[in-house]
């Protein structure tokens, strides 16, 4: 087995173009899947039925199907009702509903696990059930909820590599556009997972911080 | 048969309230009548119901059966328009118990804001009131409490005699009609206690109307315009506190004393020896 050094020095400054658009779509995913999870994870502890099951339906939904079918679903089932987007927007739309759903299990635990006592205590100055969540419950879970939020979006970036399937031209796209080109699949494959690594290892670096920066009550 | 060391008006009424769980009966119809500025105080052995009647009065926990008003006002139900009546929801519940401040036992402080934010929440988020009115407020309730000096403390950086006194002002600052106290000294270190019950004395002393449960015999002798011995989820004898005390006329009344008698002499020992502190 040898290497091709001369593919791989080309291959470094093609694979960073894709590198760049899946930094792109992991973050508009992650920021739009981190706003819908939050909504629904506090929705999924409402005290109406109606939307605590409309919630769970939906995460129900979302853990019981596969990724690559959800995108598949948003990218050529949704033009039929008249919504298009393009390649990158299908591709990120998929991505945030499908984090959404694991972000709002995680919300719902955490808030969920409040001590008691805490729910009582602001009944008991006769707040309601949307602000105990949001100014009582939900500062005291940010805390354990970051560890859980990070693993969603970590995974929700390995899962972006899927989006190649409908061309968006991210980082494992870009790798497979150059296999196809010098067919060098051992190369190029074992660049995108070190790629990759980098791009998680960092990730879950900045969560630790985050974290240790979180008060602890 | 309701005993009243107090006249005046009732500010709160119980009728009837029982409280079952699965098949255990906790509450057995109790009636409770509480006049303004009355200090009552709840005593009886664990397990006797007297933390369950109060979670009930303020609908913590759902009675199984019974009336609770607060001035005349009902609680945990709404009249409909043919004058019959339904249960409150959450959404009128919360408006119906701002009536009442409650105590907990272990203070169940917002770890995640000041004490002075403890305090002003309920007049800011629950009252419409502007924040710095708010804080305003919340400010001159801690100092009824003696704790000017540490409004800007989290409650972690409180000792658990400090963390109830600001429980308690949280629980005064809406200006409540009647004050409940479940055990507020049973999660302290007995250093700490002192400073506790001097507050609760203090508010009663200026006309708080306050519901005490307490295992603090000496302070309950001592506080108390009305004692009730509850026993089984039933009160079983209720009076002045030196008649219950003195001259208990129930025998479960007198076996239950009859237990604290050697702690109660040691207590009175003790608040001899120590002479009142001031705390900040």
Same mark, same amino acid.
């Given at each position: 087995?040898?290497?091709?050094?001369?593919?791989?020095?080309?291959?470094?400054?093609? !694979?960073?173009?894709?590198?760049?658009?899946?930094?792109?779509?992991? !973050?508009?995913?992650?920021?739009?899947?981190?706003?819908?999870?939050?909504?629904?994870?506090?929705?999924?502890?409402?005290?109406?039925?109606?939307?605590?099951?409309?919630?769970?339906?939906?995460?129900?939904?979302?853990?019981?199907?596969?990724?690559?079918?959800?995108?598949?679903?948003?990218?050529?089932?949704?033009?039929?009702?008249?919504?298009?987007?393009?390649?990158?927007?299908?591709?990120?739309?998929?991505?945030?509903?499908?984090?959404?759903?694991?972000?709002?299990?995680?919300?719902?635990?955490?808030?969920?696990?409040?001590?008691?006592?805490?729910?009582?205590?602001?009944?008991?100055?006769?707040?309601?059930?949307?602000?105990?969540?949001?100014?009582?419950?939900?500062?005291?879970?940010?805390?354990?909820?970051?560890?859980?939020?990070?693993?969603?979006?970590?995974?929700?970036?390995?899962?972006?590599?899927?989006?190649?399937?409908?061309?968006?031209?991210?980082?494992?796209?870009?790798?497979?556009?150059?296999?196809?080109?010098?067919?060098?699949?051992?190369?190029?494959?074992?660049?995108?997972?070190?790629?990759?690594?980098?791009?998680?290892?960092?990730?879950?670096?900045?969560?630790?911080?985050?974290?240790?920066?979180?008060?602890?009550? | 048969?309701?005993?009243?060391?107090?006249?005046?008006?009732?500010?709160?009424?119980?009728?009837?309230?029982?409280?079952?769980?699965?098949?255990?009966?906790? @509450?057995?119809?109790?009636?409770?009548?509480?006049?303004?500025?009355?200090?009552? *105080?709840?005593?009886?052995?664990?397990?006797?119901?007297?933390?369950?009647?109060?979670?009930?009065?303020?609908?913590?926990?759902?009675?199984?059966?019974?009336?609770?008003?607060?001035?005349?006002?009902?609680?945990?139900?709404?009249?409909?328009?043919?004058?019959?009546?339904?249960?409150?929801?959450? =959404?009128?519940?919360? =408006?119906?118990?701002?009536?009442?401040?409650?105590?907990?036992?272990?203070?169940?402080?917002?770890?995640?804001?000041?004490?002075?934010?403890?305090?002003?929440?309920?007049?800011?988020?629950?009252?419409?009131?502007?924040?710095?009115?708010?804080?305003?407020?919340?400010?001159?309730?801690?100092?009824?409490?003696?704790?000017?000096?540490?409004?800007?403390?989290?409650?972690?950086?409180?000792?658990?005699?400090?963390?109830?006194?600001?429980?308690?002002?949280?629980?005064?600052?809406?200006?409540? *009609?009647?004050?409940?106290?479940?055990?507020?000294?049973?999660?302290?270190?007995?250093?700490?206690?002192?400073?506790?019950?001097?507050?609760?004395?203090?508010?009663?002393?200026?006309?708080?109307?306050?519901?005490?449960?307490?295992?603090?015999?000496?302070?309950?002798?001592?506080?108390?315009?009305?004692?009730?011995? @509850?026993?089984?989820?039933?009160? *079983?004898?209720?009076?002045?506190?030196?008649?219950?005390?003195?001259?208990?006329?129930?025998?479960?009344?007198?076996?239950?004393?009859?237990?604290?008698?050697?702690?109660?002499?040691?207590?009175?020992?003790?608040?001899?020896?120590?002479?009142?502190?001031?705390?900040?």
């Amino acid at each position: 087995m040898t290497i091709d050094w001369a593919v791989v020095e080309t291959a470094i400054p093609l !694979l960073a173009k894709g590198t760049l658009v899946t930094l792109q779509v992991s !973050l508009v995913a992650g920021v739009l899947a981190s706003i819908l999870g939050f909504v629904l994870g506090l929705c999924a502890l409402s005290n109406m039925r109606l939307i605590r099951g409309v919630v769970l339906g939906y995460v129900d939904f979302v853990r019981g199907t596969p990724l690559l079918i959800q995108i598949f679903l948003v990218f050529f089932a949704l033009p039929v009702i008249g919504i298009r987007l393009s390649e990158i927007w299908a591709g990120i739309a998929a991505l945030a509903f499908n984090t959404a759903g694991y972000i709002a299990e995680t919300v719902r635990g955490c808030v969920g696990s409040v001590e008691r006592g805490q729910t009582e205590a602001a009944k008991s100055i006769g707040m309601t059930h949307p602000q105990i969540l949001v100014s009582i419950l939900l500062p005291q879970a940010m805390r354990p909820i970051i560890p859980p939020l990070t693993n969603e979006l970590i995974s929700m970036m390995k899962s972006s590599s899927l989006l190649s399937v409908i061309s968006v031209y991210e980082l494992t796209r870009a790798g497979q556009a150059i296999i196809s080109v010098h067919f060098v699949p051992f190369e190029i494959y074992l660049l995108l997972a070190l790629y990759y690594y980098v791009l998680i290892k960092t990730l879950s670096w900045l969560s630790r911080r985050l974290e240790r920066r979180m008060p602890v009550f | 048969m309701a005993t009243r060391a107090h006249s005046g008006d009732l500010v709160l009424t119980v009728r009837g309230l029982t409280k079952t769980f699965a098949d255990k009966t906790v @509450l057995q119809a109790i009636d409770l009548d509480v006049a303004r500025g009355e200090t009552v *105080v709840i005593i009886g052995a664990s397990g006797s119901g007297k933390t369950t009647l109060l979670r009930c009065i303020n609908h913590l926990e759902s009675p199984s059966a019974g009336l609770v008003d607060l001035e005349g006002r009902p609680i945990g139900r709404i009249e409909r328009q043919d004058g019959s009546f339904r249960p409150a929801n959450e =959404r009128e519940l919360a =408006r119906q118990r701002r009536g009442i401040g409650f105590v907990f036992q272990r203070f169940n402080l917002f770890p995640h804001l000041t004490a002075l934010d403890n305090v002003a929440i309920g007049l800011y988020k629950v009252r419409g009131v502007p924040k710095a009115e708010a804080r305003e407020r919340a400010a001159e309730q801690l100092m009824r409490v003696f704790l000017g000096e540490h409004m800007m403390k989290l409650p972690g950086q409180l000792s658990g005699g400090q963390q109830q006194r600001v429980a308690i002002a949280r629980a005064i600052v809406f200006g409540p *009609v009647v004050v409940l106290y479940d055990e507020p000294t049973s999660a302290l270190d007995p250093e700490l206690v002192r400073e506790v019950l001097d507050v609760i004395r203090m508010l009663a002393g200026e006309g708080m109307t306050s519901v005490i449960v307490t295992h603090e015999m000496s302070f309950a002798r001592e506080v108390a315009n009305r004692v009730i011995f @509850l026993d089984a989820g039933a009160i *079983v004898e209720q009076g002045l506190p030196a008649q219950v005390f003195g001259a208990p006329r129930e025998p479960r009344t007198r076996r239950f004393l009859e237990h604290f008698r050697s702690s109660l002499a040691n207590v009175e020992q003790s608040d001899a020896q120590s002479k009142p502190e001031t705390e900040t």
